[in-house]
Structure formats: C-alpha cells, structure tokens
C-alpha cells in the first residue's frame, strides 16, 4: 500500500481497517510506520500539492482535497502559500488551455468561465480580477 503513492495516517486506517483488521492494531502499525519514517504526512501534503498545482487545479480545491484525507489546515497552509504571480500564471494556463484566445462574448459565457475557475479552486477576486483584464484586453484589440 505504500509503494504507490504516500498516504494519510487516516487514508491508511480506513483501508485496513475495510479488510478486516482491529482498531487497536492498526492504530500500533500506524504508530510504528510513523516513528520509522515511512509514514509522512509532510511528504503527502508537498507531493499532493505539487501534483495538484501541475494538474492545474487551485488552492481551494487541493486545500479541500487534502481535507478530505484527514489532514488540517495547520498542516496544509504552508505548503500552499503561493505568490499571487505564481497562482495567476496558474489560473492563466488552466483558462488558455480550456478557452484559448476566445473572446469572452456575453454575460452568460462570463459566468460560465468564472464558475470553471472556482470549480478548479481558485479564488473568486483573482479569478474577478483575471476575466476583468481579460475582457478589457480584448476590447482593446
């Protein structure tokens, strides 16, 4: 199970726990994995991350994704403290890569694009900020 990919210490006791072994047991292996090494959820976070943001999804996502895997906030932030620069190239290749050098057009295809950059996690006065200078750099051409 650990070969593949790192993993929470809850991810990995709900999977043992699922075949069949005792709460007290897992909880000691859990315990020893962790005193070894070979549990980390400092690797996790720093992998998970670093995968998530390559896959072009936001801070909000992964933050809740991560979540998810038991992990807190404490544990997630300073892995995603990122530059506003840094996470606007971001959200400026998810959007090219989804909508090109479309014009935005009406309303409606703005509210569109909009709720596909929450939806990939970024945050909403960034993602304001980003189709507003959109729209005016295409009005200026």
């Known amino acids: 199970m650990l070969t593949t990919r790192e993993h929470s210490r809850l991810e990995l006791s709900r999977k043992l726990r699922r075949r069949g072994y005792a ?7 859990l315990d ?16 998970y991350v670093a995968e ?6 936001g801070p909000l996502r992964i933050r809740f994704e991560l979540r998810e895997k038991g992990l807190s906030d404490e544990q997630i932030e300073p892995y995603l403290t990122l530059e506003d620069e840094a996470l606007t190239q971001c959200l400026e290749a998810v959007y ?7 014009a935005i057009g009406d309303q409606r295809e703005h509210l569109k694009r909009s709720r596909f950059l929450e939806y990939r996690g970024f945050p909403p006065g960034l993602i304001a900020r980003f189709l507003d200078a959109e729209r005016a750099e295409r009005r200026e051409d």
């Open 23 to 29: 709460a007290e047991d897992v909880e000691t292996v």
């Open 32 to 47: 020893a994995l962790i005193a070894d090494d070979l549990l980390s959820e400092e690797r996790l976070i720093a992998a």
């Open 96 to 102: 090219r890569k989804r909508y090109g050098e479309r």
């Open 52 to 57: 998530r943001l390559d896959k072009g999804f």
